[in-house]
Structures are given as structure tokens and as C-alpha cells.
């Protein structure tokens, strides 16, 4: 309260005593947990049950879609039946190699190669990607030459594998390292791109230098586009595989899913044909559904971008 005479207490100014100004600001300790509440991204727990309809129900439907439009054509007979056979008869098929038990054979031979195929060309081309993407004269010299790999057909090296390596593995596993190089290169280049150059400078700061640099501060940030890189490497080396187990073929070889192909189309089997177009498109399909699907979750929801787990 003011005096008689007009002046104010000593320890009051404008109505707040000291006590006042000396107590801690409540409002803003309220203002900054609510901006730290805006940046922690909220978590919602998602059923299994529910996580399991929501990733293998669409693919199913739209199978079933599928079929039951194939069934439709079939039976139209707008196609003889040496092009196009009825859905029971590649089914036949199937159930044919299952009961046999050469289905797994056949699955472990291309999966195998793809697999070891897909490793050696992560090992190739995650030090390639770092060299292109910080050195400036690598990424003159070999930049444009990694697209211009990317964009060429892997078939197209198969004769010469061929030619070099003969009917052996080396010729399979050459095709395939060329196919997924250089997307996985390209993938974790554009990823570091991306990075924000306030991470380089505070791991400089931080004493973090050559493969420490690669290994805790590039890597890790560039992580969504090297995964993309790598998700599309593997497409290619996939594709690569079957184009190289359909035309390169012998004893030494084995049978994996390309060559059941080329000996169905050999045959005119048209089933077995159509039995090898769906076991190829059955593993892609699981790959990237086992493998891939949820590295991209997890990977999205370390960065609060994927809110349901």
C-alpha cells in the first residue's frame, strides 16, 4: 500500500514486491515444458494383431483381387491355354515342387546368392559412398559414372561375365555386385547431402575425425537415405540375379528361381513359367515386408516420425 505521502514502501516497485521478483517465473517454466511436450513425439502402442492386418491384409486382398481377375480372363478363353494357363494349374505346380520338396532348393540357391551378393556390395559401397559424397575429385571422377551404372540394364553385363568367369558362381555374384553398387553408393551420397552442416561442425568440436566422423556423425544422419539406397539395392541386385540365373546356366550353376524360369519357357510349360514369375515376385514381396518395412519403422520412429509402433 502507498504512504501518506505518495511514496511507495521500500521493497515495492510497480505493485511486486521483491519477494515477488525473486520467486521463480512459473509461466515461462510452464511455456518451455509445453514447447518441449510439442517437440517429443507421442507414441501410441499399436495391437499385434492390428500391426498384422495392417501389413500382410492389403497384400492378401490384393492378391485375391488378382486372381479372381485372372480366373475371369482364363475363363473367357480370350487366350489360348499354352499363354495363359488357369490359376489351379500353376497352383498344380506348386503343390507339385512343394510335395517334391524341390521348391526349397530352388528358393535357397537364388536367396543364398542374393543375400551374399547384397552383403559384398554393402561393403563395397558404403566406404565408395563416403569417399564420393566428401571428396570432392572422387565425386568428379566417379559421380557421374555411378549413375550412368545405375541406369544401365544389369543384363547387359551377363555375356561378359560370362566370358570372363565362364558357368561358375563369380559370373552370378559379378552381375549382381554391379546391379546393387551402385544404388546403395548413390542412396548414402544423397543421404549425406541432406545432412545439416551444424552436425560435421559439432562433431569437429567434439574431436570426432576420419572413420569416427563416418562412423557416429555421417552415417547415423545420412541413415534414412543410406537405407533407401540400400532398399533399392537390393531391388537391383534381385533383378540382377534372376537376369543373370536365366541366361547363364549349366550344371555347375545349380537350379535357382531364374533357371526354373528359362526351363519352364524351355519346355513350354507355361505353369512352371507362371509358377517362377510368382516365387520370384512371393520373395520380393517378403523381403521387403520382413526386411525392409520394419528397418524403415524403426528408423522413423528413432526420428519421432512414425508415431505408432
Do not use: H
Not at 122 to 142: E, F, S
Not at 161 to 178: Q, S
Not at 180 to 198: E, F, R, T, Y
Not at 262 to 281: C, E, P, R, T, Y
Request: net charge neutral; glycine share 10%; aromatic share 8%.
Amino acid at each position: 500500500m502507498p504512504r501518506e505521502d505518495g511514496r511507495r514502501p521500500v521493497g515495492v516497485t510497480g505493485g511486486t514486491t521483491l519477494d515477488d521478483r525473486t520467486a521463480p517465473d512459473t509461466d515461462t517454466a510452464d511455456a518451455i515444458a509445453g514447447l518441449d511436450a510439442l517437440d517429443t513425439p507421442v507414441v501410441r502402442r499399436t495391437p499385434w494383431w492390428q500391426m498384422l492386418l495392417r501389413t500382410w491384409l492389403p497384400p492378401l486382398v490384393a492378391l485375391a483381387a488378382i486372381i479372381g481377375i485372372w480366373q475371369a480372363v482364363w475363363a473367357s478363353a480370350v487366350l489360348p491355354e499354352f499363354r495363359l494357363p488357369s490359376p489351379s494349374a500353376v497352383g498344380e505346380e506348386f503343390a507339385a515342387i512343394v510335395i517334391d520338396g524341390s521348391i526349397w532348393s530352388i528358393l535357397w540357391t537364388s536367396v543364398s546368392r542374393a543375400a551374399i551378393g547384397f552383403l559384398f556390395a554393402l561393403a563395397i559401397a558404403t566406404p565408395l559412398g563416403l569417399l564420393v559424397a566428401k571428396v570432392p575429385l572422387v565425386r568428379a571422377a566417379i559421380g557421374p559414372l555411378l549413375t550412368g551404372l545405375q541406369s544401365l540394364p544389369s543384363v547387359a553385363w551377363v555375356p561378359a561375365a560370362v566370358l570372363w568367369f565362364g558357368l561358375t558362381d563369380a559370373t552370378i555374384f559379378y552381375v549382381v555386385l554391379l546391379g546393387s553398387v551402385p544404388s546403395i553408393a548413390n542412396g548414402l551420397v544423397a543421404g549425406i547431402d541432406q545432412v545439416p552442416p551444424i552436425l560435421p561442425r559439432a562433431g569437429r568440436v567434439l574431436g570426432a575425425t576420419g572413420f569416427a566422423m563416418a562412423r557416429f556423425v555421417l552415417l547415423p544422419a545420412a541413415l534414412p537415405g543410406y537405407l533407401a539406397g540400400c532398399k533399392q539395392g537390393w531391388a537391383f541386385a534381385w533383378r540382377s540375379l534372376m537376369a543373370a540365373e536365366i541366361i547363364a546356366m549349366g550344371p555347375a550353376l545349380g537350379l535357382g528361381l531364374g533357371a526354373y524360369l528359362k526351363n519352364g519357357a524351355d519346355v513350354s510349360n507355361i505353369s512352371q513359367v507362371f509358377a517362377g514369375i510368382l516365387l520370384i515376385l512371393i520373395v520380393g514381396i517378403g523381403i521387403e515386408l520382413l526386411v525392409f518395412r520394419p528397418l524403415e519403422r524403426r528408423v522413423l520412429r528413432a526420428r519421432g516420425l512414425a508415431l505408432t509402433v
